[in-house]
């Protein structure tokens, strides 16, 4: 029994490399931007988010507050939508923060204040002023809803109670302008990291003295940001273009990234603390893997970046949902990565724009009424029966109807090797009636067809025969392919066994012809001539690359030998 015969497989060329990795196609999916101006063209120093709602905690904490000027705003996670102003204050704000529990907002100002308000009246429930100097930061416990911490440019931090009226610690070490501040996360929660601008980062105890910190971490330039990982043993600091990475536990730093130009402003996670992000005055966005703190992505803004964050969704699984970039020129940037079913909303809502402004609306909602209808036919029991009565036997087989051949691979298969080629080269065959401008006209079939037919004439030792009958008319889109593709390196094995059975069939007849001694009536063997000279011109370039590569080998060798 026969054999069946199959269809000559297209060759597959090795896979170069991704211009976009998996990780740079990740960010750059949060899109639809929306660019909010400041009202009053403040910067925006200041972007919170509060942590995800533990289970004993019912209320929504659906809003992520940004802190602008005179004024806080408490933006929507699900619509993007302004839904609340806080404005009850005398001078600039500072660092306006949501309880987890999204009921309460903490901000300090420029006069030194601490303001609590309630979320839903915006009514202030708790004013202290014990601060001399700017609070610049101010902070809920992740764990207790009625503490809180603040820094100041007074050189101090504080720790604070909600039903007290003072403060309940004062951690005095610092010698200079205290402006960045967090607390430590899960069981070290009790434990609060400052950054200062006397170049140093204070690790301090609330169970210990508050004039001495737990540990000291020295900088070389003022610390802007000082933000803690999730495991609670790692701290990362940003001081000038700098971003250290200091371990707890050891008591050191363990390296320090310079990926920035200019003076790193803001700290945040994303991806479950998977993903560290920085944003500087220079501009740019950085994205960081926390394993090895290798840069896997990044994104450029107008403006110099002040403060950022990435607004997770309220679900179990913590997805991260907005990345949200405040800029020193006032501008609020919302990028917005959208799930599986609002992408295929975005993309019906681009097509009906895109519809209306080419004028072709109606046949847009004729081409939805039919989609719209077929659906209604697969509605389940309706139409259809989806209840089996048992399970399927699949009956092995080539159940699928073949493709049809093309007409080259036809010409193969049957052993007419000179035309499948002419195939190839030219879709169309030529006859002795086809003038030379429609010949002129064909264009060839794409080249990793033409580079498959002819592995498969050199396997099948059939090249000779394939080349052999050619003419002037039929060699020119030949060497014309070969002097296109032989740069490229994997068509080069292939060009190079060609090339030299074109010059053993026809390298007297060509010679010939360049000497004079044999004219073409009708020019064709002047235009083979010249495609020989650009072939040569290209085989001499190739040659000059090789040879130094060849070099550069050597050098290299001689280098790992010495």
Known sequence: MAAEVTRLPQLKLPAGPSPRTPEQTYWQSFRSQQLIPSPSSYPVTHISSPPPNPGNLTTSNDLFAVTTGLRVQLYSIKTRKLVKTITRFEETAYSGDIRRDG???VAGDDAGAIQVFDV????????????RQPVWTTRFSPTETTTLMSTSDDRTVRLWDLPSQES????AGHADYVRTGAFMPGSASRM???GSYDTTVRLWDSRAPPSRAAMIFKHAFPVESVLPLPSGTTILASADNQISVLDVVAGKPLRLLQNHQKTVTSLALASNGTRLMSGGLDGHLKVFETTEYNIVAGRKYPSPILSLTVVPTRSKRDEDRHLVVGMANGTLSIRTRLSGQQKVKERERQKEMDALIAGNLDVY???????????RHLVPGKTQDFSGEGADIIIAGNDRRPKK?????NALRKGHYPLALSLVLCPTPSSTSTSNSNNQSRQPLPPLTILTLLKALIHRSALHAALSTRTETTLAPLLRWLTRYLPHPAYQSICVEVIGVVLDLFGADIGAAGSGEVVDDDGEGGAVLRLLRSLKGVVAREVVVKRGAGECK????MVMLG
């Open 192 to 194: 609060l990291v400052s």
């Open 120 to 131: 839903n009246s915006r009514a202030i429930l708790k004013t202290w002023k014990e601060h």
């Open 103 to 105: 009921r309460v907002m």
């Open 365 to 375: 909602d004729k081409d939805q009424a039919k989609r719209a209808k077929k659906q």
């Open 405 to 409: 051949e093309l007409p080259w691979q």
């Open 554 to 557: 050597g050098g290299v060798e």
């Open 168 to 171: 309940v610690t004062t951690f």
